[in-house]
């Protein structure tokens, strides 16, 4: 199993960013997956979830309507971002469920989101 994370970078206020997460050696119509992220100073924080199969997506107030997850054929998971704030800083990760709530067994190796004029 592998987890490739992507598309991190430096937005302007207000800008979109869309980060990609590569994934080999299992489906996402097995397992769960997530979006979480470490912004400076703060704890760790699941922004994103969708469901074995996709059909299912789930988000804290912080990201809601702003943040977009989804998965694609090609074993790709996105998040896609808009209306950053500098509150969005931070080191993105994609993990894998597993199994059990907060749970999680493959992380990808983070991303770095920068938000600043």
């Known amino acids: 199993v592998q987890l490739q994370a992507s598309g991190g970078g430096l937005v302007q206020p207000g800008g979109s960013l869309r980060l990609s997460c590569a994934a080999s050696?299992?489906?996402?119509?097995?397992?769960?997956m997530y979006w979480l992220r470490h912004c400076p100073g703060k704890g760790l924080e699941r922004v994103a979830s969708?469901?074995?199969?996709?059909?299912?997506t789930y988000y804290p107030d912080s990201v809601k309507g702003r943040f977009t997850i989804s998965t694609d054929t090609g074993n790709t998971l996105y998040l896609e971002m808009n209306s950053l704030s500098p509150e969005d800083a931070g080191l993105y990760y994609c993990?894998?469920?597993?199994?059990?709530?907060?749970?999680?067994?493959?992380w990808g190796q983070g991303t770095l989101v920068t938000v600043s004029s």
């Open positions: 993990a894998r469920g597993g199994g059990r709530a907060y749970e999680y067994d493959y």
């Open positions: 050696g299992f489906s996402f119509r097995d397992y769960w």
């Open positions: 969708i469901n074995n199969g996709g059909s299912n």
